[in-house]
């Protein structure tokens, strides 16, 4: 299985991983060298919803519109051998939810692939990525 990982804009990786936007935008002055990736992006309602309703839709809207197979191989084309880092804006370290989260567990869900929060390997991946550690997930899961 190939190697996926999680991260923020703001931090520093190495060289041999590729930052894949999946946010909306780009912090201003990023350097080049990302590629973005937009649909994994939220909807345009992401900042105005509660954070169940922005998981149900995030599920429904973007993530079950995708075959995770083909996310997956499309991903891995862009890295061209570096490994390719999901990175949004939220910081890993904080306690807020993120839709990175949300991708790894559906990641692990639908491909039983573990992507897990860059520097923060030992958290874990799907269910317990750090970036769910506040988002209900269904059925008591969090």
Known sequence: MPRILTSSWY?????????????????????????????????????????????????????????PERVVSEL?????????????????????WCHRGLVSLWLKQTLDLDVFEYGMEDCGCGSRHPKLSLLQMP???S
């Not at 894949?20 to 919803?49: C, D, E, H, N, Q």
């Not at 809207?61 to 075959?67: S, W």
């Not at 084309?77 to 306690?95: H, Q, S």
């Open 11 to 67: 931090v520093a990786l190495p060289e041999d991983h590729l930052r894949v936007g999946i946010s909306r935008g780009t912090p201003r002055g990023m350097p080049a060298g990302y590629r973005r990736y937009p649909k994994l992006a939220p909807g345009p309602w992401f900042s105005s919803v509660s954070p169940e309703e922005y998981r149900k839709r995030y599920q429904a809207e973007v993530l079950d519109q995708l075959d």
């Open 76 to 96: 891995v084309a862009f890295a061209d051998g570096r490994i390719p880092t999901l990175v949004c804006y939220e910081a890993p370290n904080k306690p807020d």
């Open 139 to 141: 059925g008591g899961e």
